[in-house]
């Protein structure tokens, strides 16, 4: 069973950035990609971003996209989300999420391709 630890979230002034960090454990495991979503209140949760397991693809959604960057570090299961310019509408909680074997590109975007999901952090960006 995966279990998935997200931190980094907090409290940032518009413009600011935020490093958020998403461990995995419980393995041994098999991981295709991972990936984070977000909700904000009174809304469904969306994608953000999501990595392939060796680095070689990277997803962008569009209101992230320039803005956003995600990595991985394999050896330590662990995905990050680098924030920066973080505007109010970025304020949500962020969840980090896996696939087990694989997604397409179209797939990757959907809630469905994903397998295991962490609890959330929370990121507010005040205006």
């Known amino acids: 069973q995966v279990q998935l630890v997200e931190s980094g979230g907090g409290l940032v002034q518009t413009g600011g950035s935020l490093r958020l960090s998403c461990a995995a454990s419980?393995?041994?495991?098999?991981?295709?990609?991972m990936g984070w979503f977000r909700q904000a209140p009174g809304k469904e949760r969306e994608f953000v971003a999501t990595i392939s397991r060796n680095g070689a693809t990277t997803l962008y959604s569009d209101p992230v996209k320039g803005r956003f960057t995600i990595s991985t570090n394999n050896a330590k299961n662990t995905v990050f989300l680098q924030m920066d310019n973080l505007k109010p509408e970025d304020t949500a909680n962020y969840y980090c999420?896996?696939?087990?074997?694989?997604?397409?590109?179209?797939?990757?975007?959907?809630?469905?391709?994903?397998?295991?999901w962490g609890q959330g952090t929370q990121v507010t960006v005040s205006a």
């Open positions: 999420a896996t696939v087990r074997d694989f997604c397409s590109n179209y797939e990757c975007r959907r809630e469905d391709a994903y397998d295991y």
């Open positions: 419980g393995g041994p495991f098999k991981i295709y990609a």
